[in-house]
């Protein structure tokens, strides 16, 4: 393998850092930028054409519900078969009335006109305009009239134009009319509602700033008008982004430095085209792109820079390190290195005399332990003579006591080999309910041959509670405690109950005694705080419940003094399952 020098490596080292990122970075916005790029103002343009489609949709509505409430309201439709000299009735004012009230202040947003079939009945909200002066224009299939267009319309329906766009004598630029015709009872046409939108009703346009402008569309005419910019109307020829569509539909189209995003009016022939330039997020990432490159150049030169200086500043300790490791490699334990004036450094040499000092006091650990554990292996083998001396110990007793029909010795020396054998059996850490009150029974039973009839006792056990699995020696030795320390010192008769019961899920055991009792407030409320004092036997239960069921167990014990000891464990019930295919214990 080529050996290079650390300047090289570093070197390297400093140059893949750093290309690795500005590369994929470069990569991802030169290959896969423009196209992210794209696909956000598409996303974004779509967004904002669909809300703006959606709310001009619902001024369109309204707009066409007022000019439905004003051609169907039989005032209009009455004053409109009249003659000329309605203009100036009464009932003409109350028509300008109605015509003010359907608008609801909206007369800055719209203009509302209502012109008989005649022309000589004229009414508006602001100054009626002469277009729609039927005694010059003079029927609705008139070339270039309004009006023409609701020929062949149903009776019901209204026409939106976006036609002829024109300023009011306020310089309102009108985006939209709205014309409807008013039908009188034997169906005949008397005149029209005319509403004409103006610009400021679509102020809501374009809120975000996201669109270049937003276009009017009605594709069977062939004829658009821009809602963000005035006075530009006409055929596609003026709105070349248009002209070589063939197909313009719902959707987001893409042009040469634009996007198209199309999205129909609900109700109406309209489409709203909002166009967006990709020209100023072109030349950012050009800029983005141009940036990458003045960094990539920068950052090589830095690299060599920084190669060249950490290079000298690292070989001197690290060679000190070198030579200092081989000698330790050799056997020489007693090495030490001196600190580096470079902090990082200072700290490694630190922690290299520190490791050598711990690997010298764990080899003196290592040959003390090696002497420990042979003399706990040699204590192991005499301690397992000692289990087996006894129990024959134990037998011979109980053979003589049988020969010689000592039956209570007999008893004796056989419930005390079952609980010897209990206690000194580790090879399993738990066992069923009926081991355990087995194991209470072989105690008991030497507790009434030594104390006779003045201890009662009463082990009440549920049978479906007799598989139950717990730790081993939790009764026992709390049984054992409530002889010892409950009911001897007591004079007369004792009292003691054992009691297994199932509740659901939970397994509830009480040992409960009318011993001396005791105050309850000399042991903690959290028994685990027992360790290390002189309640050996409560702590060792308490201490297997947990870490056999941890927080799922609990363990109380309540007393008074003078009333005896009320002893209270619960934990998980389990029951203990046989595998009918290996024969074992499964829990």
Known sequence: MRRRSLFFKLLTSFLIILMIPVCLVFLFNFVFGNKNLLRSLKAQGKLAVDQDAAALSSVLDEYRHKAYQLSTDPLTIQLLGKGEDAMDSEESRQLYTLMFSTMKGDTYLANANIVSSSGKIRFSTHDFPSIYDLRYHTNETEPGSLFSLLEGTSLTASTISIRGRTSTGNNETIIATIIRQVYDAKGNVVGYVIIELFSGAADFLNQDYVLSDEILVNPTKYYASSLLHANVAGSYEKFPELSDIPNLNSGVISRSHKILCVTPLSNTDLLLVGSLSTTPYEASMRQLILIILITLAAGVALSVLCASLFSRSIARPV?????????????????????????????????????????????????????????????????????????????????????????????????????????????????????????????????????????????????????????????????????????????????????????????????????????????????????????????????????????????????????????????????????????????
């Open 319 to 587: 060679k000190e390190l070198v030579v200092s490791m081989k000698k330790v490699e050799q056997g020489n334990l007693s090495t030490q290195v001196p600190d580096a004036n470079i902090e990082e450094f200072a700290q490694l040499d630190h922690s290299f005399n520190t490791m050598v000092s711990q690997i010298t006091s764990l080899m003196e650990l290592t040959r003390e332990e090696e002497a420990k554990l042979a003399e706990a292996e040699r204590h192991a083998l005499e301690s397992q003579m000692n289990p087996h001396f006894l129990f024959n110990t134990l037998n011979t007793i109980k053979a003589l006591a049988k020969i010689h029909h000592e039956d209570q010795i007999y008893t004796i020396t056989l419930k005390l080999g079952k609980l010897l054998r209990s206690t000194v059996d580790n090879h399993e850490s738990e066992c069923s309910i009926k081991e355990s009150m087995e194991l209470v029974d072989s105690y008991l039973t030497i507790q009434k041959i030594r104390f006779g009839e003045k201890l009662h006792v009463a082990l009440e056990t549920e049978p479906e509670c007799l598989d139950a699995m717990t730790p081993k020696l939790i009764i026992q030795p709390m049984v054992e405690n409530a002889i010892g320390h409950g009911l001897e010192p007591k004079a007369g008769d004792w009292n003691l109950l054992v009691r297994i019961w199932a509740q659901g899920e939970i397994l509830h055991i009480i040992i409960k005694d009318d011993g001396i009792g005791f105050d309850r407030a000399t042991l903690p409320s959290d028994l685990g705080k027992l360790e290390g004092s002189g309640h050996v036997g409560i702590y060792n239960v308490y201490r297997r419940l947990k870490l056999r069921f941890k927080d799922e167990a609990t363990m109380t014990i309540e007393s008074d003094t003078g009333k005896g000891t009320v002893t209270t464990m619960t934990m998980p019930l389990i029951h203990k399952t046989v595998d009918s295919e290996e024969g074992e214990f499964l829990v």
